[in-house]
C-alpha cells in the first residue's frame, strides 16, 4: 500500500468519523429538544391550572410528567424508545468531544474536555431513566420524590452534607453559567448559518437567549434548594423541576413567573431543534 492510499484511507476513516459523530449529535438534539418542549408546555398549564383554579396543577412539569404525557399519544411507547435512543446518542456525541476533542479552534482544551465529560456523564443518566420508564421499571417515582431519596441517602454518608452542598453548588453554578452564556449569545460560534436569512438567524438568537436564560434558572434554583437541604440537613428541601418551577409561582410575581420560565422552557426545546439543523459538530 503506498503512501497516499494509506493517506487517502485515514481521510475516509475520519470524514466517516465525523459523520457518525454528527448524526448522533443531531439525534441527541432532537430528544432534548422534544423532552423540553413537552415539560415546558406541562408547566404552562400548572401555571394556568394554579392561577385558574384548573387541573393543571395537579401535572407534573418534570422528565417523569413529559415521558408519562409522551406514552400516551399514539404509538407513545415508540416514541419514548426514540427519546431514550436521541439521548444515548447525545451521551455518545458528549463522550466523544471529552475523548477527541470538540469541534472548533478550542475543542481540545482541557477544560472543554472536562465540560464534555461532565455532559456526558449527565445525559447518560437522563437516558438511562428514560429508558428504564420505556421498559416499564422506571414510572414508580416524580422528579421530586427521586431529588429526596438522592439526597436523603447522601446525607447519611459520612461528611454528606457538605457533598449534597457541594453538588448542589454545582448545579446552581451551572445554572449560572447556562443563563449568562445564553444571554451573551456565545452559542453563535457553534452555529453555521451564514447561508440563512437574516430573520432566521434572528429568531434562533431569539431562542437561544431566552430559552437559555429560563432554563439557567431553573437549573440554578434547583441547586440552591439542593444547598438548603444540606445547611438544613432536611431532604424535604431538596426540589425536583417540578417543584423547582411551581416555587416560581409563589413569588409576588404568582403565576405569571411560572408561565414566562415555562415559556422559555419551549423555546430552549425549539432551540434545540435549530441546533439539531445547523450546530457545527
Known sequence: MTAGETAREGVEAASKGGASRAVMARCGLVARGLMYVVIGVLAVRVAFGESGGGGGGGEEADRTGALQELVEKPFGGVLVWAVGFGLICMTLWRLSEAVLGAAGPDGDKVGKRLAAAGRALFYGVVASSVLSFAAGSGGGQSGD???????????????????VAAAGVGVAVGGVVIAVQAARRSFRQHLSMDRQPEGVRIAVEVL??????????????????????????????????????????????????LAAVATGLVLFGLFSWAMACWRRV
Open 145 to 163: 420524590e427521586q431529588s429526596r431519596d438522592v439526597t436523603a441517602r447522601a446525607l447519611e454518608v459520612p461528611g454528606g452534607p457538605w457533598w
Open 208 to 257: 437561544g437567549v431566552v430559552g437559555g436564560v429560563a432554563r439557567g434558572a431553573v437549573f440554578a434554583s434547583a441547586g440552591a434548594f439542593v444547598v438548603h437541604a444540606a445547611v438544613s440537613y432536611d431532604p424535604a428541601k431538596a426540589k425536583g423541576v417540578d417543584d423547582t418551577l411551581r416555587t416560581f409561582a409563589q413569588t409576588p410575581a404568582g403565576p405569571w413567573l
